[in-house]
């Protein structure tokens, strides 16, 4: 009885067992080698850990009002260590023979400790703290090649966006603890069942859903997330997968201050449906591989803040959960993709019909409401429906040529929507314990977006040449990043701004001169 007193007050083991990972480098001559051996001792107790704590279920936090747990917070610290262990023996291999291991490993270990604080924090100083921690252990590995000026770039303008998420979210905590007199999460839970918001609580919720924006890589903010496509992928992986998702969780975190928050849900809205439609209008046009991902994490990151916008805390954390998952896997085996992708590129896939493009919605649409009435009525409002069979839709697209038969790709795409909207509804039960709070008029416009999206989508593969100009927009971004870099570039600090021109001029002439020669 003692033990499992004991192990289920364990939480703070991974933030401690990763601390002294980040150690190792510093109070340690071990060899490279041996660097590594250590942190993935570490990390497998970290994991270890966490796995305890979260088959205990405890909700007794190791320093209540400061430190504490939350179910959701259990789940994401063993899926944030699992994905760091991978990572870690990932990049052990990936950086063999590469100089300043030393350092990637003490940052890589950082990035996790600051990653653990944060789940567990259950007050304002801590939470902030957690997360300025977790940039700047990030910006270490984002700049693991400082001869490129543009990981530099984007790590600056990262740094920018980080240090006014910083100032909001001081702005969120001075005016939630003038409201109730303490900075602890639970007295703020409290003085919001009793007394119910006050205009210090909705200036808090706002500067906290301003800070999440920013932190997050939402626009019009997001150009460092495709820029940072110059760092080494593991830490790729570990960004897309572990880290930008940070923004969902301190959302659902605060569900109970965003629920009553009309003015913070209304930005959130408006910035994560215009993130959707804008980013997922580019990722159809870009080529190159890790640029795509980056993009796509763009848009999922707009979708589940769209969810936390619309009251759909629940379908936010599963989507957290996957989305860390898929990104993880996909930078991980970027190689194999970029293979696949070549090889694709030597086959023309021919363009679906109209007519499977109009009728695909249709078709699952009726396909998610019969299974969502059948197997558990009322999971979700009907909206939802809507938005999940605009995202199933495409699968049953129907094309003409050799090699497809449309009524063996009909019902793959059938069998495949089924089995998502199962998985979705499955999900949906885990004690989480997590309370939905569903806006119709917020669902609506997510509605509308996803339906914007899904015409952009049909007419781009039906009529792919007569929207040759918007292609050139969207393949730009929409010139979104533009303004951003200029004020990143006018405030960047005068001896590095020119050095990188003359690296990026060194690094392009000899190319110039061969192709002179040539």
């Given at each position: 009885m003692t033990t499992l007193h004991f192990l289920s007050h364990t939480a703070w083991l991974c933030p401690a067992l990763m601390l002294l990972a980040a150690m190792l480098p510093v109070c340690s001559g071990a060899s490279q080698a041996g660097l590594w051996r250590g942190f993935q001792a570490m990390s497998a107790l970290a994991l270890l850990a966490a796995l305890v704590n979260l088959a205990l279920g405890s909700q007794a936090g190791p320093w209540p009002g400061v430190l504490g747990v939350s179910t959701l917070g259990l789940v994401l610290a063993v899926l944030v260590q699992a994905l760091g262990t991978v990572i870690g023996s990932f990049s052990a291999r990936y950086l063999q023979g590469e100089a300043g291991q030393r350092q990637y490993v003490a940052a890589l270990a950082g990035v996790l400790t600051a990653v653990h604080l944060l789940l567990l924090a259950d007050h304002w100083l801590v939470l902030i703290a957690a997360w300025a921690l977790v940039g700047l252990a990030l910006e270490k590995l984002l700049c693991f090649y400082p001869e490129r000026p543009f990981a530099r770039l984007a790590a600056y303008k990262k740094r920018i966006a980080d240090r006014l998420a910083d100032l909001l979210l001081l702005a969120a905590a001075w005016l939630a603890w003038s409201a109730v007199g303490s900075a602890s999460f639970p007295a703020l839970w409290a003085h919001l069942a009793q007394h119910g918001m006050s205009p210090a609580l909705q200036g808090s919720a706002l500067c906290l859903t301003l800070a999440v924006i920013l932190r997050t890589a939402l626009?019009?903010?997001?150009?460092?997330?495709?820029?940072?496509?110059?760092?080494?992928?593991?830490?790729?992986?570990?960004?897309?997968?572990?880290?930008?998702?940070?923004?969902?969780?301190?959302?659902?975190?605060?569900?109970?201050?965003?629920?009553?928050?009309?003015?913070?849900?209304?930005?959130?809205?408006?910035?994560?449906?215009?993130?959707?439609?804008?980013?997922?209008?580019?990722?159809?046009?870009?080529?190159?591989?890790?640029?795509?991902?980056?993009?796509?994490?763009?848009?999922?990151?707009?979708?589940?803040?769209?969810?936390?916008?619309?009251?759909?805390?629940?379908?936010?954390?599963?989507?957290?959960?996957?989305?860390?998952?898929?990104?993880?896997?996909?930078?991980?085996?970027?190689?194999?993709?970029?293979?696949?992708?070549?090889?694709?590129?030597?086959?023309?896939?021919?363009?679906?019909?109209?007519?499977?493009?109009?009728?695909?919605?249709?078709?699952?649409?009726?396909?998610?409401?019969?299974?969502?009435?059948?197997?558990?009525?009322?999971?979700?409002p009907w909206w939802w429906s809507g938005v999940l069979a605009l995202a199933w839709a495409p699968l049953l697209w129907l094309r003409a040529g050799p090699g497809h038969?449309?009524?063996?790709?009909?019902?793959?795409?059938?069998?495949?929507?089924?089995?998502?909207?199962?998985?979705?509804?499955?999900?949906?039960?885990?004690?989480?314990?997590?309370?939905?709070?569903?806006?119709?008029?917020?669902?609506?416009?997510?509605?509308?977006?996803?339906?914007?999206?899904?015409?952009?989508?049909?007419?781009?593969?039906?009529?792919?040449?007569?929207?040759?100009?918007?292609?050139?927009?969207?393949?730009?971004?929409?010139?979104?990043?533009?303004?951003?870099?200029?004020?990143?570039?006018?405030?960047?600090?005068?001896?590095?701004?020119?050095?990188?021109?003359?690296?990026?001029?060194?690094?392009?002439?000899?190319?110039l001169l061969s192709d002179a020669q040539r």
């Open positions: 626009l019009p903010v997001h150009g460092w997330l495709i820029q940072v496509m110059e760092a080494p992928t593991p830490v790729s992986a570990l960004l897309h997968a572990g880290v930008v998702n940070l923004g969902g969780f301190v959302l659902v975190r605060f569900a109970p201050l965003l629920e009553q928050a009309f003015v913070a849900r209304s930005v959130l809205l408006v910035v994560s449906a215009a993130t959707v439609l804008l980013a997922g209008l580019v990722m159809l046009t870009r080529i190159s591989i890790k640029v795509k991902l980056a993009w796509s994490t763009v848009a999922q990151m707009g979708f589940m803040l769209l969810e936390c916008a619309a009251g759909l805390y629940l379908f936010a954390a599963l989507h957290l959960i996957g989305h860390s998952l898929y990104k993880a896997h996909a930078f991980l085996s970027a190689s194999s993709v970029v293979r696949e992708a070549r090889l694709q590129a030597l086959y023309v896939a021919p363009s679906p019909s109209v007519a499977s493009v109009v009728a695909a919605p249709l078709l699952s649409g009726g396909l998610v409401l019969a299974l969502h009435q059948a197997a558990a009525p009322g999971a979700w038969w449309p009524l063996r790709t009909l019902t793959l795409g059938l069998a495949a929507s089924a089995g998502l909207t199962l998985a979705a509804l499955a999900a949906h039960h885990l004690p989480l314990q997590i309370i939905d709070a569903p806006r119709s008029g917020f669902g609506a416009l997510a509605l509308a977006t996803m339906l914007v999206l899904y015409v952009c989508m049909g007419l781009l593969q039906l009529h792919p040449q007569a929207m040759a100009a918007w292609r050139r927009r969207s393949y730009a971004g929409f010139y979104l990043d533009e303004a951003y870099t200029r004020l990143a570039l006018s405030l960047w600090p005068a001896d590095w701004a020119p050095r990188a021109r003359r690296e990026a001029t060194t690094q392009a002439a000899p190319t």
